[in-house]
């Protein structure tokens, strides 16, 4: 039977540190600072208060597969980690579906370390409110996945999970694959060099790409999930054939899902990255609505966003070989 961890080992690709230098008590415990696994990133567009609702409820859907009871911190605005439980998370989602106007916006990040830094899931959201002056901004939630999901939960329920969460939700675009949990900054020097040698792995960063998205796509991904309007300004179903014949395509009235390759793609360019499917055509059928965030950043965020164009497509059943 086909194992993810054929692929890869997730092992070889976590980033840790021994203490927190920022607190004394803590000095001593190994903290896990980025480490790789399954991620579903989805941006958000229209009004806040109606999106902070749906986000509740697609919290909902993703603890029927990952227990509240998993989630161990949750990131204060202080910088700190501190212990969160199922009664402080379900006053979050009752202040998600319950915010006053006055509200500049909402940040919640829960994850399923013990202690400061990443475990295997995680839920992130950043909302931003009327009094934000970020016009091509969009809202952004994302969850987190053990590396060796689809072996736990099975492909076909995984996708419907996604399927699930993405109905409740506002969707602007969104993409589902291989990505680091991680702590912003503090991890950047050890990822950001892997994405040139990953082509399928996903930066999950926050602000660079949300900021400047509404209107445009994303990088693709394994499963790539695009708004009617956007798919229909792409081209729609036969702009897709054309680009990429085959990606498998499947829509419902308010979005459309393509999906690159029968698995996640890693992308190991040392090992050929011959696993990549429908990746590129992907990527070229979304090239002229993609995103070109402007200003400085710690990689080459240009190079990466158009990693995929020039490459050619591989078979769509990119499973391992069974020895």
């Not at 009004?47 to 227990?67: L, N, S």
């Not at 939630?141 to 399927?163: K, M, S, T, V």
């Not at 036969?238 to 395509?249: D, I, K, N, V, Y």
């Not at 360019?269 to 950043?297: E, I, N, Y």
Request: contains cysteine; negative net charge; proline residues 7%.
């Amino acid at each position: 039977m086909w194992s993810s961890m054929t692929i890869l080992d997730p092992a070889t690709l976590r980033y840790t540190i021994q203490g927190n230098p920022k607190f004394e008590a803590d000095r001593g415990k190994t903290y896990v600072l980025a480490q790789p696994g399954v991620v579903t990133t989805f941006y958000l567009d229209g009004d806040w208060i109606p999106a902070c609702a749906a986000i509740a409820d697609a919290i909902e859907i993703y603890f029927t597969v990952v227990p509240r009871t998993e989630m161990r911190n949750y990131w204060a605005n202080d910088g700190t980690t501190r212990t969160v439980g199922p009664r402080v998370i379900s006053g979050d989602l009752r202040r998600l579906r319950n915010l006053p106007d006055h509200y500049e916006g909402y940040v919640l990040r829960y994850d399923s370390a013990p202690w400061y830094g990443v475990g295997d899931n995680f839920v992130e959201v950043r909302v931003l409110g009327p009094g934000v002056d970020w016009p091509q901004a969009v809202h952004l939630l994302r969850f987190g996945f053990p590396f060796n999901a689809l072996d736990l939960y099975g492909q076909n329920e995984f996708l419907l999970l996604i399927e699930r969460i993405a109905e409740v939700l506002p969707i602007h675009c969104g993409h589902v694959g291989y990505g680091f949990a991680r702590v912003f900054q503090e991890s950047d020097g050890f990822v950001y060099p892997l994405l040139q040698r990953y082509l399928g792995f996903d930066a999950c960063d926050v602000h660079t790409y949300a900021n400047v998205l509404a209107g445009h796509t994303y990088r693709a991904q394994w499963l790539t999930i695009l708004s009617a309007s956007l798919f229909t300004r792409l081209g729609g179903p036969s702009r897709l054939e054309e680009m990429a014949p085959q990606a498998r395509l499947w829509s419902s009235a308010s979005q459309s899902f393509i999906m690159s390759s029968r698995l996640p793609a890693v992308g190991d360019v040392t090992r050929g990255a011959t696993d990549l499917g429908a990746l590129p055509g992907v990527a070229r059928f979304m090239r002229p609505l993609r995103v070109s965030p402007s200003g400085q950043h710690d990689y080459d965020v240009p190079a990466w966003l158009a990693s995929l164009d020039d490459l050619a497509d591989s078979d769509w059943d990119n499973a391992p070989a069974q020895s």
